[in-house]
Structures are given as structure tokens and as C-alpha cells.
């Protein structure tokens, strides 16, 4: 059983930068993918960076050259550095996982999020003008 425990989320102005936390408990998977989600309020959740077991990463366009995502190497956290934040980035973020087949570990990078079963209670970033 996987579980995912978000943290940092938090209030800044335009421009500014915060650091998102998910402590995952992973041990025992080999091939996976995880990523931040975000749900911006009345909008659909949306994928923001996805990461895999080989540190492979994908970011949708709107974060990208903002937000980095990276894994430590104990692979028990991931996390989410988000740069220039801007008002469009109010949301609520939400780390998930996927546990899959080694040979799906590149295609998973780019999955919506009803391929993710493994998802965390979310943290909130307000980011105001």
C-alpha cells in the first residue's frame, strides 16, 4: 500500500517561490510514476510534473522553466520547487503515484490522472497579485 502525505503549501505574492513536500512510502516498487496535480477552484484537476523510477520528468507548459520536480534518493519524498508563481497557480496540489510494469515507466510520464491510484490529501497554494 502505497501512501502520500503532502506539506508545504502556503500563501505568497506574485514572483515569489515555495517548495511542496510529499513524503511517499514506496518501498518494494521498482517501476513507477509519480507527479503534483493541481486544482485550481471550480476547474478540473489538471497534471503539473511527473517524475518516474528512472528520474525521468515531464511538465505541462504552463510550469515550464518555473517548477522543477525531483525525488530525493531514498526515494520516501518528492518534491515540487515552484519558482515565478504566479496568481494562475492558486490551487490545490495533490501528489500521486502509479505503481506499473518496467516497460511503462516512460509512457506513464504523460497519464492523466484516472491512471493514478495512489493519491495524497492535498495542500493549498494561494498565490496573490
Known amino acids: 500500500q502505497v501512501q502520500l502525505v503532502e506539506s508545504g503549501g502556503g500563501s505568497v505574492q506574485a514572483g515569489g517561490s515555495l517548495r511542496l513536500s510529499c513524503a511517499a512510502s514506496?518501498?518494494?516498487?521498482?517501476?513507477?510514476?509519480m507527479g503534483w496535480f493541481r486544482q485550481p477552484p471550480g476547474k478540473e484537476r489538471e497534471g503539473v510534473a511527473f517524475i518516474n523510477s528512472n528520474r525521468a520528468t515531464n511538465y505541462a507548459d504552463s510550469v515550464k522553466g518555473r517548477f522543477t520536480i525531483s525525488q530525493d534518493n531514498a526515494k520516501d519524498t518528492l518534491y515540487l520547487q515552484m519558482n515565478s508563481l504566479k496568481p494562475e497557480d492558486t490551487a490545490m496540489y495533490y501528489c500521486a503515484a502509479v505503481v506499473v510494469a518496467r516497460w511503462l515507466t516512460g509512457t506513464c510520464l504523460h497519464w492523466g490522472r484516472d491512471k493514478y491510484n495512489y493519491w495524497g490529501q492535498g495542500t493549498q497554494v494561494t498565490v496573490s497579485s
Open positions: 514506496l518501498y518494494g516498487y521498482s517501476d513507477y510514476c
